[in-house]
């Protein structure tokens, strides 16, 4: 968003119109309030930006259909120039040209003003024309969502005072006005100009009938400039107005539509020539997904240090309007406050307002018409003192880090000492905090501007954390997309019927509905285009619909891959096996009880895998939960899952299977930090290969990545190495299901216990599991050649023929080495996984299996012969 | 070679008939040595994003992609075009009908005046000050103020006159019984001897005179006692609330009040009537709504009397004054406390549990709203409105409810001026210990039945409450669980654990609707029993709730090794 220079952040408040009681829409959903419809449409007036309008920022919703809107505010505004003074003609053609420059972008975005007036065109320091409250007739769905006409009495064209007013509570007038063009808007900025030059008011002693009747019967008059001067006693004033200004008077104010001017075609006409030379036409800053040269138009200045030359010590103001406003928030802006106490929102306490009678059909009677709900749409100013006050002590450096060094660690100024104690505070502080938000927000941003250069920093700042403002470029970063989506997904085919339509039709409305946003009827609409474009386009992938698909399309198969093929069962079941084996790893006591009451994962934890827990958390919590996964390989939400069931534990450990069930189907809060705290620990723990699945996305073609990902031992995909021969071999499904513990592979465990041939391990060995390799065959074959480090604990020593724990020495070495990953390695792969088997049965941690046994080992030449008689 | 959009076609169908066209557009293009059309029959107005039109059409008609910008600019231009030229139609034909006269302009400027004039704080109407609200701004002031706590002595010490008074009628009242029932134990005796039947029927009248003058007599002490209370009471508090305005005295004022109060309290110890305190059972809940997004609300299930929740205790009681000062403190802020009372169809206070509401009320002057016989009378006249809306309304769509509709309007028609089950009038208080307002539901003896469904009007009834709790920021609401006051022979223990377990449902499920409605606001929900069932079958009742609301979870703290 454009930055925040000069504007002020300005706010004005409105109610929807309430429901009727119990009306329920076609579907036989309760419908959706209108101020969630406002809120969804109000969505896309985010993202138009034009120097001659006010740039929206946020709507929130209040209680009882409160609607609170955010934008770009400036205090002066047109209805400051009234009453006898009286603008220069050049400035009045400027004026002019502005309004038109704003209506012209506006109608090539297919919204209409409407409610164009003297005190909705600002004026900012420089004296340039912003328009403000252009979006209010589009977010109100042409005035249909709202109780009050949009559009003041004096500015009306002559057509939209004929088609009617629209007024919920007259039932004579059901069907609603068609919605206005273009060209209303013109004769709007025509009374509005002819007000400027007349300085004065038009219409100021009538009544509002009076005025749109006086409005109508200007189409009998041939001249309306002269009646409108005459009848306000102005014609001399009129009269020596410059040829041109009376010639855009007079195009304006044409009483028919089909011979006004729309916008466009006035802004060509010559009497701008003046003008129009001077004014350098407006260029769409070219987002970060595009085809084109995000530099080609960049130029700098001669001398580099012009740059530098306005450097007023403000530097909150040169930030992108949404971060100001996502940090006055921060700061402890509360815009209902802000509006209570200019005297903007009143409200009567309750009790007074309460209904005497009410029908069995829930309409209520006795209950007078509320004052504090009428329309009051001044525009408040936020004061931004409280957010300079809290920012003060952030130095200016800090608001243009360096990023040329990768090695040196967060760019670091004398202030941000105490910064690195906040990044040690949980998560929910973090997001809190409005200096480290503010240092955060202004380092993503430029990461993310340098993208996919600085592709690697994305991934290293995004593992401390996400700041939420930046949250969807992020994700999109981190999932590696690319390229000139809009346009990719533009040619996707999305509107024609496709057999999945349906199902799509019923989920959507089961998605999180309690976010406003998602429960719009835009949101839907979007969300059902996005889902679609997928849908189509399998094969193979915004703002947010945009970026919403390419990230949709580049997670699925990095996740997900096959899930959704038509006979998923085996690849589910697969996936499940797996995961039942990494509980077993990590938690044997737990599966050891699951097992026992039968709760086996197909129970409960296939929506957690299909869509990766959106199903099962709220929003706020998936954010969380997303942050990391995108960070870590695709077996990182077995650990999620494992995390998840180890809060539960207690409940699970004390519950029978039908405890269970329930406790499942209704599943209680999860505390989502410690979870994924947990889930990162456990994914540590993890030997990459125990994860292993056959029906995994295979292998990428080198090179797909042109920047290649940081190949960090957590990030990389055990999936997306080479394979060799020392990898895990795919297993038949009904082997897998009888393994208790997972497999891992001889690669890992010659990786996990450093027994590369080639010297030393690149690696360091910080990060990795403690091993011990448990050698289970017969103390000969033992002898005979094993791998350096690996202990000897004979299968049938330890075992008793019941499966008990026979106490020797060997027991006790095993006792020894709990909490340490151990990986049992066999002749025979039967008796490996019976001894780990066993060993989960009595409770040991982090029990695998190597694949294919020792076997597997014999051709690399690791194994060592104990030198005889030591 | 030309082409047909298929998809666009099959789309016509659908598209709605009001003013909507469609138009064709058609494009030429050169590919190699064909000349090819494309023709696009495009639905106005056009719903759809042009990019992707665009992309479908080059997909589909497979455009090769050297044409790709050209065919944009002309679609767009095309679209453009047309749009422009519907709103200049739709435009000229509005000022048209004008000119004809189709449409009067008299009626068009006045529909336009009146819906700015109601709708817009600029063009409203000023608002006439209304004497009830200002108290109400000044009283919500001086109620988180210091002074609260006189506030709430002379609240009490009026109270304490009040039930004095009541108690001076009832021992009167007593005393007249009395020795009319030894009069007429006397002349019963003397019933054959020297008195005749008629002599009998005479004395019994003359008694029945005697009382009725009697309660006549108190009734309008009451009402002159109550009035003048309030009127002392609404200009004292004015004149408090201008004292403390002034700067320079209010710290004397706050002394003042200070000693006064004490002097009140100690009034107030020596009151003489006193209600004793009886055991309540009650168990509370916290319980989790939603699937993904869970909200938290109390519940608590209490076994008391619905009237317990009105009546005052005297200051010294544990507790009674500081619950007092809660309702008070709350009275004008947004949560505020609401009581279910399930009455009859008529709109009175002269029988069974209405009589005893009514009683309990006027135990103590209402303060701020008009008395509850006053609040009364205003419901039966919005009543008859509403009757006379609602079946004017009828008239106009007699098609559109039908079914049920006829057998509610006979009831209607018998007597408009009573209520139907279902149906709920609403009452302020500020006089009643817990509750401020109370939701008058009317049922009928369908309730005592055990077959009623979740379609019941009582039901019905109960959501609708929810609703203006909803509406109107009520917070605690306190329901009958059983949906009855007093327990009868034939509610047995399967009929209670059905209706309760209807009723928990039936709440939840309103809940959760409630919570699409306002966000999900934490409220609390209090369910009545009645005082006379059993331990047992509140215990019974205690955990059946867990069962169908989710209750949290308990925060374990274990420390791990």
């Not at chain 1, 020792?854 to 690399?860: R, S, V």
């Not at chain 2, 009541?166 to 007429?184: F, H, N, P, V």
Request: a negative charge; glycine letters at 6%.
């Amino acid at each position: 968003m454009k930055p925040l220079k000069d504007a002020q952040l300005g706010a004005f408040t409105f109610f929807a119109s309430a429901l009727p009681h119990d009306v329920c829409g076609s579907n036989g959903l309760p419908l959706t309030p209108n101020s969630i419809k406002i809120l969804g449409r109000f969505q896309i007036l985010k993202t138009i930006s034009h120097p001659r309008l006010c740039q929206y920022v946020d709507i929130s919703r209040g209680k009882h259909e409160r609607l609170i809107v955010v934008s770009e505010h400036y205090a002066s505004s047109l209805s400051g120039f009234k009453q006898g003074h009286i603008i220069s003609p050049e400035k009045l053609l400027q004026i002019a040209y502005g309004v038109l420059e704003g209506l012209e972008f506006m109608n090539k975005n297919g919204l209409v003003h409407r409610a164009l007036s003297a005190h909705n065109v600002l004026m900012d320091y420089k004296g340039n024309v912003k328009l403000a409250k252009f979006g209010l007739y589009h977010m109100t769905d042409h005035g249909a969502d709202v109780d009050f006409p949009i559009g003041y009495p004096s500015y009306l064209s002559p057509e939209v005072i004929a088609q009617g007013s629209f007024h919920p509570s007259d039932p004579s007038h059901d069907e609603a006005p068609l919605p206005s063009g273009p060209k209303t808007d013109v004769w709007s900025l025509g009374v509005l100009l002819f007000e400027l030059c007349a300085g004065r008011r038009l219409w100021q002693k009538f009544d509002i009938s009076e005025k749109l009747k006086f409005i109508l019967t200007l189409g009998c008059m041939d001249d309306i400039v002269t009646v409108l001067a005459e009848e306000h006693g102005c014609l001399e004033t009129i009269k020596d107005l410059p040829n041109n200004v009376l010639e855009l008077l007079r195009k304006c104010l044409t009483f028919l539509p089909s011979k006004r001017p729309t916008p466009a075609e006035l802004l060509g006409d010559p009497l701008f020539n003046g003008i129009s030379f001077q004014r350098t036409p407006f260029q769409q800053p070219v987002s970060l997904f595009s085809s084109s040269l995000r530099c080609a138009h960049l130029e700098l200045p001669d001398d580099i240090s012009d740059l530098c030359k306005d450097d007023d010590e403000d530097y909150l103001s040169e930030r992108g309007i949404d971060e100001v406003y996502h940090l006055w928030c921060l700061a402890g802006g509360d815009l209902e406050k802000e509006l209570t106490n200019k005297g903007i929102i009143q409200s009567k306490p309750p009790i007074c307002t309460l209904p005497n009678f009410v029908l069995e059909d829930g309409e209520s009677f006795g209950q007078g018409r509320d004052r504090s709900f009428l329309l009051d749409d001044t525009t408040v100013t936020l004061s931004l003192c409280q957010l300079r006050n809290r920012l003060k002590d952030v130095a200016g450096e800090a608001y243009y880090p360096l990023l040329e060094d990768e090695q040196s660690s967060l760019p670091q100024s004398n202030s941000s000492n105490e910064l690195s104690a906040t990044v040690t505070l949980p998560l929910i502080i973090r997001e809190r905090d409005t200096e480290y938000q503010l240092i955060r927000i202004i380092l993503f941003d430029r990461l993310l501007k340098s993208y996919p250069y600085k592709k690697n920093l994305v991934w290293k700042e995004a593992r401390v954390d996400i700041p939420p403002l930046v949250r969807g470029l992020t994700w999109a970063a981190l999932l590696g997309i690319e390229g000139d989506i809009q346009a990719k997904y533009e040619s996707i085919d999305k509107d024609t019927p496709i057999p999945t339509d349906r199902q799509i039709e019923v989920d959507i409305p089961r998605c999180h509905q309690y976010d406003e946003l998602l429960s719009s009827p835009q949101g839907h609409i979007k969300f059902r285009r996005v889902l679609k474009a997928w849908v189509v386009s399998h094969p193979d992938l915004v703002y947010w619909q945009a970026l919403a698909y390419a990230c949709m399309s580049a997670f699925i198969p990095k996740y997900l891959y096959n899930f959704f093929l038509k006979d998923n069962s085996h690849v589910i079941q697969e996936y499940l096996t797996v995961f039942s084996q990494v509980i077993a790893f990590h938690d044997p006591e737990l599966s050891n009880h699951l097992n026992e009451i039968g709760f086996i994962p197909d129970l409960y934890a296939i929506p957690w895998f299909l869509t990766m827990f959106t199903h099962v958390f709220p929003l706020h919590k998936i954010f969380h939960l997303w942050d990391t996964l995108l960070l870590g390989n695709s077996s990182f939400p077995f650990c999620i899952g494992v995390a998840i069931l180890q809060q539960l534990r207690d409940r699970l450990l004390a519950n029978g299977f039908n405890e269970c069930i329930l406790l499942f189907s209704d599943l209680p809060e999860i505390d989502i930090e410690r979870c994924v705290r947990e889930s990162i620990n456990l994914f540590r723990w993890t030997p990459k290969s125990a994860t292993y699945r056959q029906h995994a996305q295979p292998t990428k073609v080198p090179g797909d990545n042109g920047f290649g990902k940081t190949a960090t031992y957590f990030s990389s995909d055990y999936q997306g190495m080479p394979k060799t021969d020392l990898s895990r071999e795919p297993l038949a499904l009904c082997d897998l299901k009888a393994e208790v513990s997972p497999r891992i592979s001889a690669e890992d465990l010659i990786d996990l216990c450093e027994l590369s041939l080639a010297g030393p391990s690149k690696r360091n060995k910080a990060g990795k599991p403690k091993i011990v390799a448990v050698d289970i065959r017969s103390v000969e074959d033992f002898g005979r050649g094993h791998i350096s480090g690996s202990i000897n604990i004979p299968f049938n020593t330890v075992f008793s023929p019941d499966g008990e724990l026979v106490q020797c020495p060997a027991t006790g070495a095993l006792q020894n080495y709990r909490g340490r990953v151990i990986v049992v390695i066999s002749h025979v792969m039967k008796s490996a996984t019976m001894f780990a088997a066993h060993l989960v049965k009595v409770s040991f941690q982090r029990v695998c299996v190597l694949d294919g046994g020792i076997n597997k080992l014999k051709p690399t030449g690791l194994l060592t012969v104990p030198s005889p008689q030591i | 070679m030309a082409t047909r959009d298929p998809v666009l076609a099959m789309k016509k169908s659908k598209a709605k008939a009001n003013s909507a066209a469609e138009k064709e557009f058609v494009f030429e293009f050169r590919a190699g040595k064909h000349n090819c059309v494309l023709k696009v029959p495009l639905q106005f107005p056009v719903q759809l994003n042009i990019s992707d039109l665009h992309g479908r059409l080059m997909l589909l008609h497979k455009i090769p992609c050297y044409i790709e910008s050209d065919l944009k600019t002309s679609l767009s231009n095309f679209i453009e075009k047309e749009t422009s030229l519907d709103y200049d139609r739709g435009a000229e034909l509005a000022l048209q009908r004008l000119t004809m006269g189709d449409i009067d302009v008299n009626q068009l400027t006045s529909a336009w005046s009146r819906s700015y004039v109601e709708t817009t704080l600029e063009h409203a109407l000023p608002e006439e000050p209304s004497r009830a609200e200002d108290f109400a701004d000044v009283y919500h002031e001086l109620i988180h103020s210091p002074a609260s706590d006189t506030l709430l002595n002379l609240e009490h010490n009026y109270f304490v006159s009040i039930s004095e008074l009541i108690s001076e009628r009832d021992m009167e009242i007593k005393k007249l019984q009395e020795r009319q029932t030894t009069e007429m134990d006397k002349v019963m005796h003397e019933l054959g001897n020297t008195l005749s039947d008629q002599d009998v029927n005479a004395v019994a009248s003359q008694h029945f005179d005697a009382q009725q003058i009697l309660e006549n007599k108190w009734t309008s002490e009451l009402q002159q006692v109550t009035e003048i209370q309030k009127q002392e009471y609404q200009e004292w508090v004015i004149k408090l609330h201008q004292d403390l305005q002034k700067p320079s005295n209010s710290s004397i004022i706050n002394e003042e009040i200070k000693v006064q109060s004490r002097q009140l309290t100690e009034a107030a110890d020596s009151g003489t009537r006193m209600f004793e305190e009886q055991p309540q059972l009650e168990e509370s809940f916290t319980i989790h709504l939603g699937a993904q997004l869970k909200t938290m609300h109390n519940l608590r299930l209490v076994r008391a009397d619905v009237l317990d929740f009105c009546k005052h205790r005297r200051h010294g009681s544990s507790g009674a004054k500081l619950r007092r000062l809660q309702t008070a403190l709350l009275l004008y802020s947004s949560s505020l406390c609401g009581l279910v009372l399930l009455v009859d169809n008529r709109v009175n206070s002269y029988s069974g549990i209405k009589r005893d509401f009514a009683t309990v009320a006027k135990e103590c002057t209402d303060f701020h709203f008009p008395c509850l016989e006053e609040q009364l009378e205003e419901v039966q006249q919005v009543l008859l409105l509403a009757r006379v809306q609602r079946s004017s309304k009828q008239k106009d769509q007699p098609e559109n409810r039908k079914n049920g509709g006829d057998d509610k309007s006979k009831t209607v028609e018998r007597n408009p001026s009573n209520i139907v089950p279902g149906e709920f009038y609403i009452s302020r208080h500020s006089n009643l210990s817990e509750v401020h307002v109370v939701f008058h539901l009317c049922v009928d003896d369908n309730v005592r039945s055990g077959s009623i469904t979740a379609r019941d009007p009582a039901i019905m009834g109960l959501r609708n409450i929810l609703k203006v709790c909803c509406t109107h920021d009520i917070t605690t609401i306190t329901v009958p669980l059983l949906l009855v006051h007093d327990m009868s022979e034939e509610m047995t223990i399967p009929w209670c654990l059905k209706r309760a377990e209807l009723v928990f449902k039936c709440v939840k499920g309103f809940m959760m609707e409630m919570a699409s409605w306002d966000g999900g606001i934490s409220r609390t929900v209090q369910f009545l029993v009645p005082k006379s069932i059993s331990e047992e079958m509140f215990y019974q009742l205690s955990n059946m709730l867990p069962q169908i609301f989710r209750v949290s979870s308990t925060l374990t703290l274990t420390s791990r090794h």
